[in-house]
């Protein structure tokens, strides 16, 4: 089935640090690929996403690249701020379904 | 603005009793979803509706159902609620189609003592 693995955390940085959460995936076929965000006390919002191989999603600062060769999906942003503390979560859907499939999900802590 | 609103914030309930969590979208999507989120192990679902009246187990339906009687409204329901079932419950909905992205209700966080 499929399965998405997320770097272990919780991830620490100050702010103006680059910041980078791996995420790699098993499925079947040709998945897309999202990052979602959930700030605290809220649901989860869509970040990026990227639907093919080689794509680059990206939104407010924040990118990622759906890695085929190497099945990952991995979020970077150049100079994260205190604001983008939250947690994020990697996860993939099949072409012909519905379901998400999500990581453990990564808690980032910015402090000033 | 697509808002997807869940009934409470918070819940408080005893073991044993029937709970009900309520979620409402306003953007006609055809597909919604139930997930509980626990730390370490991310969103996992539980049940989703592709429909009206239809509905499909997910990974964890065991003590769950689930009642979709209009387009609008998709709901969670715990026949007799375990300790176990402590959690924060999360909705979301979408558009049917292989593009659309799912949105989500801001949780339940249900405590079972």
């Known amino acids: 089935g499929n399965s998405v693995t997320q770097m272990e955390g919780p991830v620490t940085l100050s702010e103006e640090a680059f910041l980078t959460i791996n995420c790699t995936y098993t499925?079947?076929?040709?998945?897309?690929l999202f990052w979602y965000v959930q700030y605290p006390g809220e649901g989860l919002q869509l970040l990026l996403k990227?639907?093919?191989?080689?794509d680059k999603g990206s939104n407010k600062g924040f990118e990622a690249t759906y890695r085929k060769e190497t099945t990952s999906f991995h979020l970077e942003k150049g100079s994260v701020q205190v604001s983008d503390s939250a947690v994020y979560f990697c996860a993939l859907k099949e072409t012909s379904g519905s379901r998400l499939t999500f990581g453990e999900g990564t808690q980032l802590t910015v402090n000033p | 603005d697509v808002k997807v609103t869940q009934s409470s914030r918070y819940l408080v309930k005893r073991t044993g009793e029937k709970v009900f969590l309520e979620c409402v979208q306003d953007m006609d999507h055809e597909n919604m979803f139930w997930y509980r989120q626990d730390p370490g192990l991310g969103l996992r679902l539980i049940y989703f509706?592709?429909?009206?009246?239809?509905?499909e187990k997910g990974d964890i339906p065991e003590g769950y159902s689930v009642s979709r009687e209009k387009k609008e409204r998709f709901s969670l329901i715990l026949e007799s609620a375990s300790t176990n079932q402590t959690s924060m419950y999360l909705c979301?909905?979408?558009?049917?189609?292989?593009?659309?992205?799912?949105?989500f209700g801001p949780g339940t966080r249900l405590t079972v003592t």
């Open positions: 979301a909905s979408r558009w049917a189609g292989p593009l659309y992205e799912q949105y």
């Open positions: 499925a079947t076929g040709y998945p897309s």
């Open positions: 990227a639907t093919k191989a080689d």
């Open positions: 509706s592709y429909d009206v009246k239809m509905k």
